[in-house]
């Protein structure tokens, strides 16, 4: 399936609250996530994704509330 939606529109459409913006390009499901610093995240599949600067914040703040990651 190809779709010619903005990852704007995606997070907006997604009504799962796991999903979080980590870059201007990246989703990730947090459920799927290893491990985490300011600058990137470690998912189970092995992929290092950037955490870009305008979402660290967020990020970090949606990390550190989630039970899944205690």
Not at 25 to 50: A, K, M, R
């Amino acid at each position: 399936m190809h779709t010619k939606s903005s990852i704007q529109q995606i997070e907006n459409s997604l009504r799962y609250d796991k999903i979080i913006r980590i870059h201007r390009s990246y989703l990730i499901n947090i459920e799927h996530l290893i491990e985490f610093s300011t600058q990137e995240v470690t998912l189970s599949n092995g992929c290092i994704l950037p955490i870009g600067k305008h979402f660290q914040e967020n990020f970090i703040s949606l990390v550190l509330k989630c039970p899944v990651l205690m």
